[in-house]
Nanobody, 124 residues
Framework: VQLQASGGGLVQAGGSLKLSCTAS????????MGWFRQPPGKEREFVCG????????YYVDSVKGRFTVSRDNAKNTVYLQMDMLNPEDTAIYYC??????????????????WGQGTQVTVSS
């Protein structure tokens, strides 16, 4: 599976961005998908996950209520809608795929595949 992330950019605090991650190469539907981020000078951290069917999602507390993950299996694409952004959300965002992995377990297992990352910068 090859993952291509896009949609990052510069936004003011309180603004919104929507990231996309398109998969190619293998059957997308059997993969749990997740978003991770790496803030400047810090380690990469789990942000959220979504089940293969799209009906189960999981978010870490810091983004709950502000971020929404979704997927369109017909388009082999997973999305991350980010609202009410704050400077602490500044990071490189990565999408990831793990076969037969639940939304929550995306944060506990090493993904099978990673996207290349897209920069999100939130100014104060």
């Amino acid at each position: 599976v090859q993952l291509q992330a896009s949609g990052g950019g510069l936004v003011q605090a309180g603004g919104s961005l929507k990231l996309s991650c398109t998969a190619s190469g293998r059957t997308f539907i059997s993969y749990g998908m997740g978003w991770f981020r790496q803030p400047p000078g810090k380690e990469r951290e789990f942000v959220c996950g979504i089940s293969w069917s799209g009906d189960i999602t999981y978010y870490v507390d810091s983004v709950k209520g502000r971020f929404t993950v979704s997927r369109d299996n017909a388009k082999n694409t997973v999305y991350l809608q980010m609202d009410m952004l704050n400077p602490e959300d500044t990071a490189i965002y990565y999408c990831a795929a793990s076969q037969y992995t639940t939304a929550q377990n995306m944060g506990h297992t090493r993904p099978d595949y990673w996207g290349q990352g897209t920069q999100v910068t939130v100014s104060s």
